[in-house]
């Protein structure tokens, strides 16, 4: 077979497809999955006071969701982090759609100016959101008190952030308004991406105004609300900063504002009087990588599959 | 003439709608930046009022510039923030380019590989993550900070630049073979220039997070040199509570160069958004 | 200048066989189209002679020597793109030169190079435009002008037209043949327009699923096809098959009773598919003529009408008549065969039956 010999000969090892993927993978290899991995493993070790390692197998996971010293604080934790991502899903969303709907009527004078400032909470830092808030909803300062005073809402104030009952919800409306321009652009894009013929059409049809918007272009934007519904729900999980900032690692009052992401920092570095575990942190992050996984699936399964996505 | 009128009155109220969450949106900035101007007293009796010549006062700028080494997190902040964007960028577009380019056994999983660090967040990775940077002596160093934003920040980039760079046309990539140039020449110097619009949207996405990010600085880099500003503003918030002049000054010099820096590039920023690089 | 030799060369992506061993010898200073539908292997094979894409087996080689092991850059060809695929940073001379620099030509050279392909292609004074700054005709020619300063010995075109409108693509036709009369290069052309293979190429190859159907100049193809598929290929409107079975010489049994009287048909040949070109049919009397079918199309085009017919035997044919023609839609109208007219296939194998 001389043709193939040919042929092997011309074909040195593409070194240049190594060169330009290995630094990449390697790092992202080494830094990112590798601990996850390591973190995985962990879940299944515990330490003796000596500090050795051993097996433990699922015992953890038992702690983590039957024992009553972890267990309540899991589920606690866990409901608070669905309950977080509700209020994301029901202020949010609808607003981002609002707001970029209102941007994407043609000709309107002035939208560079409000997407500029609407988008500017989402630039800054989770903590310094979090202060901000914390200075205006103080009751020492009493700005928000004299704001709902303007319009005759005042009795409505309370510390709201001091409170157990309106803690976590008053967190995550603060989320909600720094993130919401995030969705509004991203549903933004995917309005202006609809052709103006689909429009026009649709005008001719008689379909215009609310019925334009409601019958033609949301049904063409639910693949957009899907992804950014996705990655809220990962997003929750990243969402110790603004908890952390402005409550602390306790996440008070009476952990009522306790997400999975505080959970695991005070599990794994412990606080006041409780040492940090790497174990049972690591076994928290495992179960929190299960849930994204299931949500992740659940997705990509039950949702994205049976949503068509246009091609324009 | 009937449908322009009305289509006035509905851009009244389009404009009513987004005025009011504009200032919804910028009312807590504003209140922030104009109260670190004043004296304490304008701070609690007038807190809604612009500084006056008789409420004018930089105390708070004093205390911070005097207790805080807000000049130090800056810088360790630019560092890392500007080493982790130059590798997230490098190597993610040279990654992108090898998957988008190459057919090669293992490309497809190559590419599912790269994509599980989109859907799971790294910090859950973060008990491995500090063993390691504990075994390596890595702690309390910005090298730790910039290679756990490296790994983070590169598989979007990859993600994102894979899909540009197949639609850079095939044609002239082959018509730069035919006249000899290298791969890596054609990389450089054909494909990059062509993703460049991509490469700044791809960009911001991946330094504001590292920027804003308190996670990290706080587990892997809490030493006062290498503090970011971020976390040394928690930090130094968290020590003067009462001080309110100190507290409001430190929050307006961690929004300034942020809102500064975004006001120059916002144009570029929203149309890299905007221009279906993530949908 | 170079004559080009492809021997056996297979191609298969994955389980996908895309070339099934193409045999070809290009002569030098060959014009050569490669021409099949989309999807039929020419332009892989393209990609394989300038060894933008290497072959599974089988060789090539240029001028004598064997490329299987050279780089695009050193295959001493040049090729044009369909989409131009001008650099878009540099400007025309720039574009020119990049090529010329990567095999360290001297600036001299280059210099003279540059010029003497302005002139040919009359670019003298778009040297220094960005091809942003050019139209779709101007960006095709600084695309040729790119591969006429390489001196090649053999030119790759691929689909160089299809991106240009009807008016530009007669023109830029007209000067890539122009191109090759003066140059005198051997030229490789692919294309699935059979006007750009007929009026351009000195020997055509039709490809069909990665094979070579035949080899030829415009003239042979046209009048000898050699089976079912170049016959329908080439030619417009294409070529009318009908059905029949041969059992004695003279005559045609058509699968629907007709019989139609064949002075080609010298021998019996069992199944067979008669192909007839529009303009091989005359229309005759509707009442006696052996086949006969109802109009239900007129085309009018100026110089001649295409008819359309549904033949009583059931079926279509597209009957080419003079523009005045006085035929009413749904007239039936009978058909005779003009002399010479008749093309004959073996229905299973769908070669060429030799006459």
């Given at each position: ?20 993927l290995a630094p990449a993978v390697l790092i992202y290899t080494a830094v990112m999955i590798y601990p996850l991995a390591e973190t995985l493993r962990l879940s ?79 630039m800054l830092s989770v903590v310094i ?102 990655l809220?729900?990962i997003g929750n999980f990243n969402a110790f900063d603004l908890i952390y900032a402005?409550?602390?690692a ?10 999975l992401g505080t959970f695991l920092y005070r599990t794994f570095f ?6 940090g575990?790497p174990h049972?942190g690591a076994t928290i992050a495992t179960?929190m990588f299960?849930?994204i ?20 | ?71 130090l997190y800056f810088m360790n902040s630019l560092t890392v923030t500007v080493l982790a964007l130059v590798l997230v960028l490098l190597l993610g577009a040279m990654a992108a ?13 190559m590419?599912?590989y790269l994509a599980i660090g989109i859907m799971i967040p790294i910090r859950l990775g973060t008990v491995g993550i500090l063993e390691m940077m504990v075994a390596t002596g890595l702690v309390n160093t910005r090298t730790a900070l910039v290679l756990v934003y490296t790994a983070n920040g590169l598989p979007l980039c990859v993600f994102i630049l ?37 490469m700044?949207?791809v960009a911001v996405f991946t330094m504001i997070p590292i920027w804003n990010d308190l996670w990290f600085p706080l587990i892997l880099a809490p030493g006062e040199a290498v503090k970011t500003i971020t976390l040394g503003t928690q930090v ?18 961690a929004?300034?160069?942020v ?21 | ?355």
């Amino acid at each position: 077979m001389q043709h193939a010999r040919a042929a092997a000969r011309r074909k040195p090892f593409p070194w240049h497809v190594v060169v330009f993927l290995a630094p990449a993978v390697l790092i992202y290899t080494a830094v990112m999955i590798y601990p996850l991995a390591e973190t995985l493993r962990l879940s299944f070790f515990d330490r003796t006071d000596e500090g050795a390692r051993f097996w433990v197998g699922l015992v953890n996971f038992e702690r983590l969701f039957l024992d009553p010293h972890w267990a309540d604080q899991f589920w606690n934790a866990l409901a608070n982090n669905f309950y977080f991502f509700v209020v994301h899903m029901a202020v949010q969303n609808p607003i981002g759609v609002l707001l970029a709907a209102l941007l994407s009527m043609t000709h309107l004078p002035g939208r560079t100016f409000y997407r500029t400032a609407i988008f500017v909470p989402a630039m800054l830092s989770v903590v310094i959101i979090g202060f901000a808030w914390k200075l205006i909803l103080s009751p020492i300062w009493g700005v928000s008190e004299t704001l709902l005073g303007l319009v005759g809402l005042d009795f409505l104030f309370g510390p709201w952030l001091g409170k157990e009952g309106s803690a976590l919800t008053t967190l995550a409306l603060i989320s909600v308004w720094q993130y919401v321009g995030i969705p509004m652009m991203l549903i933004y894009a995917a309005l202006l991406a609809i052709p103006e013929d689909i429009s026009e059409a649709a005008d001719l049809d008689g379909v215009r105004g609310m019925a334009l918007f409601f019958k033609v272009k949301l049904p063409l934007i639910w693949p957009t609300i899907g992804i950014i519904s996705i990655l809220t729900f990962i997003g929750n999980f990243n969402a110790f900063d603004l908890i952390y900032a402005v409550q602390g690692a306790l996440a008070g009052p009476n952990f009522s504002t306790d997400i999975l992401g505080t959970f695991l920092y005070r599990t794994f570095f412990g606080h006041q009087l409780e040492l940090g575990d790497p174990h049972m942190g690591a076994t928290i992050a495992t179960a929190m990588f299960l849930i994204i996984l299931v949500g992740v699936m659940a997705y990509l399964w039950g949702v994205q599959r049976r949503m068509r996505r246009y091609q324009f | 003439m009937n449908r322009a009128r009305r289509s006035l009155t509905a851009e009244a109220a389009a404009h009513a709608i987004l005025i009011a969450y504009t200032i919804i949106a910028l009312f807590p900035v504003v209140l922030i930046l104009i109260n670190s101007f004043k004296d304490r007293r304008a701070i609690f009796q007038a807190p809604m009022a612009p500084p006056t010549p008789e409420s004018l006062s930089l105390i708070g700028y004093a205390t911070v510039l005097e207790q805080g080494n807000f000049a130090l997190y800056f810088m360790n902040s630019l560092t890392v923030t500007v080493l982790a964007l130059v590798l997230v960028l490098l190597l993610g577009a040279m990654a992108a380019f090898a998957l988008a380019e190459y057919r090669f056994f293992g490309n497809a999983l190559m590419g599912l590989y790269l994509a599980i660090g989109i859907m799971i967040p790294i910090r859950l990775g973060t008990v491995g993550i500090l063993e390691m940077m504990v075994a390596t002596g890595l702690v309390n160093t910005r090298t730790a900070l910039v290679l756990v934003y490296t790994a983070n920040g590169l598989p979007l980039c990859v993600f994102i630049l894979s899909e540009f760079m197949r639609n850079v046309s095939k044609d002239l990539k082959d018509a730069a073979r035919i006249d000899g140039l290298s791969e890596y020449t054609i990389f450089f110097r054909i494909v990059l220039p062509l993703v460049r619009p991509a490469m700044a949207t791809v960009a911001v996405f991946t330094m504001i997070p590292i920027w804003n990010d308190l996670w990290f600085p706080l587990i892997l880099a809490p030493g006062e040199a290498v503090k970011t500003i971020t976390l040394g503003t928690q930090v130094f918030i968290g020590q003067f509570v009462t001080n309110w002049n100190a507290v409001l000054a430190g929050l307006a010099l961690a929004i300034l160069p942020v809102l500064a820096l975004y006001l120059v590039f916002s144009r570029q920023l929203i149309r890299g958004i905007t221009s279906g690089a993530v949908k | 200048m170079a004559e080009l030799r492809i021997a056996d060369v297979e191609k298969s992506f994955g389980k996908v066989e895309v070339l099934k061993g193409v045999d070809l010898a290009i002569q030098d200073g060959e014009f050569i189209v490669l021409l099949g539908p989309s999807g039929c292997g020419k332009s892989t094979l393209l990609r394989i002679i300038a060894g933008l894409e290497d072959q599974t087996s089988g060789t090539i080689s240029i001028g004598g020597t064997t490329v299987d092991h050279l780089p695009p850059a050193r295959r001493g060809i040049a090729m044009v793109f369909q989409s131009y695929a001008l650099y878009p940073h540099l400007d025309v001379a720039g574009n020119w030169a990049l090529g010329l620099k990567q095999a360290g030509e001297t600036k001299e050279v280059i210099e003279e190079r540059t010029k003497e392909a302005a002139r040919i292609l009359e670019l003298g004074p778009l040297l220094q435009r960005r091809p942003s700054e050019l139209s779709g005709g101007q960006r095709q020619r600084v695309a040729i002008g790119r591969a006429i300063v390489r001196h090649p010995g053999v030119f790759l075109f691929d689909e160089p037209l299809s991106n240009l409108d009807a008016a530009l693509r007669a023109q830029v036709r007209f000067e890539i043949g122009r191109l090759h009369k003066q140059l005198g290069a051997t030229m490789v052309y692919v294309t699935h327009d059979q006007v750009e293979a007929m009026t351009l190429a000195d020997r055509i190859v039709v490809m069909h699923q990665g094979v070579v159907q035949q080899v030829g100049s415009p003239a042979d193809l046209y009048r000898t096809p050699a089976n079912l598929f170049v016959a329908g290929f080439i030619g417009s409107p294409r070529m009318n098959f009908l059905k029949g079975t041969a059992r004695q010489p003279g005559s045609l049994e058509l699968d629907h009773g007709a019989s139609l009287p064949l002075a080609e048909l010298r021998q019996p040949a069992g199944e067979v598919v008669l192909g007839v070109r529009p303009d091989g049919f005359a229309v005759g009397d509707g009442a006696t003529a052996p086949v006969r079918g109802k109009v239900v199309l007129n085309e009018y085009l100026g110089r001649e009408s295409y008819l359309h017919l549904e033949l009583e035997a059931g079926g279509r044919v597209v009957v080419e008549v003079a523009p005045d023609n006085p035929v009413r839609l749904d007239e039936i109208v009978g058909l005779e065969l003009k002399p010479r007219a008749a093309h004959l296939f073996d229905a299973a194998s769908e070669q060429r039956l030799a006459a």
